[in-house]
């Protein structure tokens, strides 16, 4: 079984895969100053708990975005698990140009991404991420990773204006019954949650004016699920994008 790990400033989400088949998933918070002898105990606690076993992990796949987790996840694969893992960075076979300057600011979950799309749905493609920041990748139809648009997080968004504005509160991001509020959690709610849908709408019609009109749109990230039903732009909702660009790209270095 492939265990793979993607590390994100906010999440660290793990999947293992049986063969093609996601077994199972864990969405963890990002604890900067965790040791690996932690986040070891709990990955053990985690496999242990869906009656998995270290020794059915024959490989690991790692993308990250937080390079001192990536030195903690390398010495948790090995000492815990027996594995190197494949860690996605310069010169891991991926199938994916990179048309951008200089490509080595492009983001690993970005690229993975852009690997799974390849062999899901085929370009050209616009991928929306509802992660930290809200990101949007744009895949061309040869499958080329071409560039994007990163844009503030929902939650970055929202932690800043409780933070900055003394009168106004914490609510869920929750989509409100309606876009006119008529009490201060509707009224932002229906700013932030409403505000973002028009982000995403006003972003992917101009991608879609510049890859054509044929461009699919895949959301995902952790409020995908929850944007998406508020939108006809979105066509598909893939939370574990990510996993499986990582199991491909294993694959491929195998």
């Not at 879609?208 to 006809?232: F, H, N």
Request: net charge negative; proline share 5%.
């Amino acid at each position: 079984m492939l265990l793979a790990i993607d590390i994100g400033n906010t999440n660290v989400t793990l999947g293992v895969f049986d063969g093609q088949r996601l077994h199972a998933t864990w969405r963890l918070a990002t604890v900067h100053d965790r040791m690996p002898d932690e986040y070891g105990v709990l990955l053990i606690q985690l496999l242990n708990h869906r009656d998995l076993h270290v020794e059915e992990i024959s490989g690991v796949a790692l993308a990250s975005v937080v390079p001192p987790l990536t030195r903690v996840f390398r010495e948790v694969s090995q000492t815990y698990l027996g594995q190197d893992p494949l860690v996605v960075d310069v010169g891991v076979k991926t199938g994916v140009r990179i048309r951008y300057e200089p490509p080595r600011e492009v983001g690993a979950d970005r690229v993975v991404n852009c690997a799974a799309v390849q062999q899901k749905y085929g370009g050209p493609a616009c991928v929306v991420d509802f992660g930290t920041a809200t990101t949007f990748d744009a895949i061309s139809r040869e499958g080329d990773y071409l560039g994007g648009a990163i844009a503030p997080g929902i939650g970055i968004a929202a932690e800043a204006l409780f933070a900055r504005a003394a009168k106004l509160y914490r609510v869920e991001l929750a989509p409100p019954p309606q876009a006119i509020g008529t009490n201060t959690v509707m009224a932002i709610q229906s700013g932030i949650f409403f505000g973002y849908v028009g982000l995403v709408e006003g972003l992917v019609a101009r991608f879609r004016r510049e890859l054509g009109d044929d461009m699919k749109v895949i959301a995902t990230g952790g409020l995908a699920e929850r944007v998406a039903p508020e939108t006809s732009v979105i066509q598909y909702v893939d939370p574990w994008l990510t996993l499986d660009g990582l199991r491909i790209i294993y694959e491929m270095n195998r």
